[in-house]
């Protein structure tokens, strides 16, 4: 049966029918939907692990253990599960072990655009790259084979493009791959620098053999067209070639590492002209300038982010598209913004009000850093809020950390803000952290965590409690406040800076999105009392409307949360309903 | 059948996903190979989204190109106004009325384009304008707005009216398809008043 399967979920496909047992992750975009449709499938067990590097471990386990098991990230995730790959690259694996890897060329939503071949170069693990749905599912089967045959992490990298597309899929049967034995071994499994010394040897020789199954592996192939033109490429940037292109011919990889460079050669030996298209770094390029092989890439495109049929038509070919229409308009950008009814806006508010410096970090809060809240000072990597205001006050001194607040999601400080609290603590820190406790993974697209209580299926279980996690590790100042309370929560804001010692505020209130979010009628403006002060549009509402002469609410997208009516010092705004 | 490139841009929220995959599965349908190039993550917080969807003999990049849409079908004016380039010169631009502002207009650093639907139609001949908020108010929900859009989309295309209407059902929860059908079937027998 035909299906028409998003990338993600092409992926998740691969994994079952390939009859995996064990799945877990850390959500990240573009790579989240991985693990939710693997949570679809009860044959195989999943779960939210608190990062990335968790997750890995588990997987490596799961191997170890015998089963065939994954996991799922994106690119800066791998950063965070970097340890781990890159000694079990020196262990191998027992059951197939798949490390799916989402980039994000063009950042649609990331801090940076690394290119995942770059570390899977370093940990010496070989990686496959599909460039539709299809070869999703396809690759992810084929990658567990490569696991098993060649005793390997093999890591099946994606980027946004095909990671959310649909396109049609082949639906087979699950196979039911038996779990292996466990048999100890420590010089295989305990990786200390006597039996390191004897892996890493058998590392490279694997690298090696690798490279020959590259040369004449159906995963990489060559599509004879007219020679004139030969294009090099992968992943998506094959789908663009073709476009772009027409009937050329190609060499399209589908193992991007190790490289197959005798069939580079070859391929390269029978071309007149030879391009290498491919999103980000120079990778397949520069294997080819290594061998002397002349070819054209990086220079005519750029190695900053997404290329399509119409910039390799462009940056190549010189065909330029022309302008149909003699619209010539400045269009103002829309850039996302907190939802209306976002908990995050108290806060951000309130530190805005108070002209503090505030460490952020990774999540929709980092949207408090664009206009009109413009309280974000810096947002580096997930966690990096607490150990960042730390390093600041130990920078500039006690009054320093007076002025200064980190803010991190519940989700983000389970994931590694928990250890920079530590830090604080242990090193007699005095900064004041603000958790923002929403209750669930919110910009991934609401998954469950640690701190909500539930699992990936849904099933409740242990929530961990942040109050006396905050506790236990020697904060004694913790407390818990509603950031839609502006004023108790501007008091505990300064109370907490304040204190010379470290302290938390938990601001808890729930994702506006959240199902079970009571939302209230929508608000409106009474123009005979609004005063046009507009205290309301410092908020950054998006419900919230300059009309110039006067203010207005959009009904449409108001939901009642009534935190404008806390910053109106006319009482202008009530219900809509009162107006009608 | 020729190729055909489809567009759906909007704001994040309008529902954008749902209509690329009602449209992917009449694609699906009709046995066609076919593409659908979402947005997740960070945009849909109200950002500008785009959703490409390209069905055909055989299709490659789930990209549409400038000058290359058959249809762009427009949730919201502003979004018209940001694609239109996308449009093919005689292709179908059908723009929802519904205006919302973006933060730097609402902050006042910006101003929201006059008079857009004006300039898009006279630039392509092939526009309809469509109140498809007050439509979907009207059918019991301004979520709607989304299957109202693929109602007027729907009967440009020349497919079968029953192979819409299969892939709606499809797609949305049993609650919502009495709703969904009647939003479909008001889109669908809309006449652009002029």
Known sequence: MRKLLLGNEAIARGVYEAGARVASAYPGTPSTEITEYIAKYDDIYSEWAPNEKVALEVAIGASVAGARACCAMKHVGLNVAADPLFTASYTGVNGGLVIFVADDPGMHSSQNEQDTRIIAMGAKVPVLEPSDSSECKEFTKKAFEISEEFDTPVIVRLTTRVAHSQGLVELEDRDEVEIKPYVRDPSKYVMMPGMARKRHPLVVERMKKLSEYAENSELNRIEWGDTKIGVITSGISYQYSREAFGDVSYLKLGMVHPLPEKLIREFASRVEKLYVIEELEPFIENCCLRMGIKVTGKELLPVIGEYSAGLIRERILGIREEKLNNIDENIPPRPPVLCPGCPHRGTFYVLKKLKLTVSGDIGCYTLGAVAPLNSVDTTVCMGASIGMAHGMEKARGREAAGKTVAVIGDSTFIHSGITGLIDIVYNKGTSTVIILDNSITGMTGHQDNPATGYTIKGEQTKQVDLKKLCEAVGVERVRICDPYDLEEFEKAVREEVAAKEPSVIIARRPCALLRYVRHGEPLGIDREKCRMCRMCMRLGCPAIVDRGEHLEINTALCVGCELCTRVCRFDAIEKAGVFQ | ?194
């Open chain 2, 1 to 194: 059948m020729s190729n055909k490139s489809i567009m759906i841009v909007g704001v994040g929220g309008q529902g954008t996903l749902l209509t690329s995959r009602i449209l992917g599965d009449v694609a699906v349908s009709l046995g066609l190979d076919v593409k659908v190039s979402e947005v997740h993550g960070m945009s849909q917080r109200g950002g500008s989204v785009v959703t490409y969807v390209k069905m055909g003999e055989k299709i490659y990049s789930p990209i549409v190109e400038k000058n290359e849409a058959d249809i762009l079908l427009c949730f919201e004016q502003l979004e018209a106004l940001r694609w239109i380039d996308y449009a093919k010169k005689d292709g179908a631009v059908i723009v929802n009325t519904q205006m919302i502002d973006p933060m730097p207009v609402i902050i006042g650093s910006a101003k929201y384009p006059e008079n857009i639907l004006e300039k898009i139609k006279e630039n392509y001949p092939n526009t309809i304008t469509v109140p498809a908020l007050e439509m979907a108010k009207a059918c019991g929900s301004t979520k709607a707005v989304n299957v109202v859009m693929i109602g007027v989309l729907a009967r440009r295309t020349g497919i079968d009216r029953e192979i819409w209407l299969d892939a709606i059902r499809k797609n949305v929860k049993p609650q919502f398809v009495d709703m969904n059908i009647k939003a479909f079937n008001m889109g669908y027998d809309f006449e652009e008043v002029r």
